[in-house]
């Protein structure tokens, strides 16, 4: 059964930092990219970040560049997301996510809007206040 758990998330102020874990089980992560994306309260579904699965490539949103980091370790099936510098407007609930046939040769150019994918986490709360 495919699995995706997302974890680290919490309250913290701005110019804080966190680091989710997304933690895969029943799949390989390594055969397929990566996404995160993250929904605050009455915004759409945005995608943060992705990595590749063939060449290592990472892609991030424009609001994110220069303060996060997506990474993944293969070999404990688990991707990261490092968070710098959190602003408010990053609070937001937080996904992991990838698909077994869009996924499977890296990021898509539309990884940051198609959210049409076949395997996601229950998500991680981050809060970003003073």
């Known amino acids: 059964q495919v699995q995706l758990v997302e974890s680290g998330g919490g309250s913290v102020q701005p110019g804080g930092s966190l680091r989710l874990i997304c933690e895969a089980s029943?799949?390989?992560?390594?055969?397929?990219?990566m996404a995160w994306f993250r929904q605050a309260p009455g915004k759409d579904r945005e995608g943060v970040s992705c990595?590749?699965?063939?060449?290592?490539?990472?892609y991030y949103g424009d609001s994110v560049k220069g303060r996060f980091t997506i990474s993944r370790d293969n070999a404990k099936n688990t991707v990261y997301l490092q968070m710098n510098d959190l602003k408010s407007e990053d609070t937001a609930v937080y996904y992991c996510?990838?698909?077994?046939?869009?996924?499977?040769?890296?990021?898509?150019?539309?990884?940051?809007?198609?959210?049409?994918?076949?395997?996601w986490g229950r998500g991680t709360q981050v809060t970003v206040s003073s």
């Open positions: 990595i590749s699965n063939t060449d290592g490539t990472t």
């Open positions: 996510a990838t698909d077994p046939i869009l996924y499977i040769n890296g990021c898509r150019p539309d990884w940051r809007t198609n959210h049409d994918l076949d395997a």
């Open positions: 029943g799949f390989s992560l390594s055969n397929f990219a």
